[in-house]
Structure formats: C-alpha cells, structure tokens
C-alpha cells in the first residue's frame, strides 16, 4: 500500500508565493571543522588555482542552445561544450511535450526505477526504441550515459572476461570499467591494427569473453570513431 503524504501549510505557502523553501541557519551554531582538515582543504584549492586547475561553474542565464548567455557577460556567447548536438533542449515541440507530460504524470517518481520508479511511459519508449533498431533485442533506459555506463559493464562481465577500451574514452566509461572486475587492455585511439593487437593479446589470456568499448565521437576532439574498421576486426 502507498500512502499519500500530505503537503504542509507551510510547504503550500512557498511553493504558491515567493517564500524561500529553506531559511537560513547562520542563528544556529554549527560544529566547526577541524583545523588541521580546514587547513589542508585550502591548501589544496590555493595549489588548484596557482596550478590553473581550479574550476568554477559557468552561470547560464538562457535555456541551452547553441548561443547562451552567462552571468558576467553582456553579449551571447557561442556553446560548444554541451551535449545539445540536435538542438532539442529548448525545441518548442520538445518543451511543450514535456509540459503534458509533466501535467498528467508529476515531477518526478522519487524512486529508483527496480522498486517504485518505473511508469509505463518508460516502457513504451523502451519498446520503440526496440522496435526501431529490431532483432527482437530489449531495451533499458538509464538517467544519464555516466549511469549506464558505470552499470553495464559489471553486470555483463566477470573476472574471466576483458574489455578492450579505446584509449581517449570518455571518463565515464573509464570509471564504468574500473567497477568491473575483468582484465583490462587498452588500445590507440581509433587504431583499428593496435585493437587487433590487444584482442589477440585477451585471448592469449584466456578470455572467453572479450568486449570492445569505444567512444562514438569523441568529445574533447570531435573526432568520430572508425566502427565500420572496429567491426571489421
């Protein structure tokens, strides 16, 4: 049985106005840090920004879109750093199926998919794309590339098997292969004869399976994969 948790007054009166959801709580004396740690956090960021790694958020102040506007700037500026390849983040077709959606199914499950979080919406997307690439293969829908890519490979592999990874991959998919337990080779960016190489390597190992892992385009140089060259090995 689920229950239907009932949204307090107070709640109703932020949400309906322009009423702050969280107060402040400088009045409430918080537990300082350490010193020794305190220390060592800002030595740590003042060598990030004397070694010029430090990093800092960029404000957008548009919706996404090839050209944004960001805090500090007056003019538009040029975004090439986003994954919007098609343009479909502020598309109005895309904005207004959204907003049905958002009307007739709520803002969001509050749950992961495997125990409360799975609506049939999920499902019938999950059949077309099916459906559109055949076989008679399914299809599961993650959140985000980083979440499918950190769950798939140990969920296919074992400590028997290997994976060949190409070795400009996204730092997901490295993340993703270091969860797993199988051996790991890695061959030269987009070098179809040095993955040859490696996979003959993985089965001098005696892996029964071995898994080619590659970037479709990869992102920090635009270069796109050699699939057709990477199927042929």
Not at 27 to 35: D, E, I, S, T
Not at 75 to 88: E, I, R, T, W
Request: charged letters at 20%; glycine letters at 6%.
């Amino acid at each position: 049985m689920y229950a239907r948790p009932t949204v307090t007054r107070s709640l109703q009166q932020c949400l309906s106005g322009n009423r702050r959801l969280f107060a402040s709580t400088a009045q409430h004396k918080q537990a300082p840090l350490p010193a020794a740690f305190e220390e060592r956090v800002s030595q740590a960021l003042d060598g990030m920004r004397t070694a010029g790694t430090f990093k800092t958020e960029r404000v957008i102040a548009t919706p996404q879109r090839a050209a944004i506007q960001v805090q500090g700037s007056s003019s538009n500026v040029l975004n090439f750093c986003a994954n919007n390849y098609l343009g479909l983040a502020d598309h109005p077709q895309v904005v207004e199926r959204a907003s049905e959606y958002l009307h007739k199914w709520g803002n969001g499950l509050s749950s992961v998919r495997f125990i409360c979080g799975t609506q049939s919406i999920h499902k019938d997307l999950e059949d077309q794309i099916s459906q559109f690439y055949g076989s008679g293969r399914d299809t599961i829908l993650y959140a985000s590339c980083f979440d499918a890519n950190a769950g798939v490979f140990e969920s296919l592999l074992t400590e028997n098997d290997a994976i060949i990874s190409d070795a400009l991959n996204h730092a997901s998919i490295i993340d993703g292969v270091r969860l797993c337990k199988a051996k790991r080779f890695r061959y030269a960016n987009g070098d179809a004869q040095d993955l040859d190489r490696q996979l003959q390597k993985a089965s001098e190992a005696g892996c029964p399976v071995k898994m080619v892992v590659t970037d479709g385009v990869f992102s920090m140089d635009g270069v796109v994969a050699p699939l057709r060259d990477i199927c042929d090995v």
